[in-house]
């Protein structure tokens, strides 16, 4: 997985993005930021649904 900016334009796009954390007022770079490292879809830095490179990719093309 990418850099800290990555992992939040990740978790703030991904449609499947869920976490047991409560995120309900995220601000970028705060504790409170929608992450990829905060998803429980991702374990030991891997996205278990496979969506994180095509997410990436998509946010590369804009």
Not at 39 to 50: F, Q, S
């Amino acid at each position: 997985m990418g850099n800290m900016y990555e992992l939040m334009c990740v978790g703030t796009t991904c449609s499947n993005f869920e976490s047991g954390e409560d995120l309900f007022m995220p601000s970028i770079g705060t504790s409170l930021s929608k992450t990829c490292s905060k998803c429980n879809h991702c374990k030991n830095n891997y996205c278990e649904l496979n969506l994180y490179d095509n997410i990436v990719s998509s946010i590369d093309e804009k």
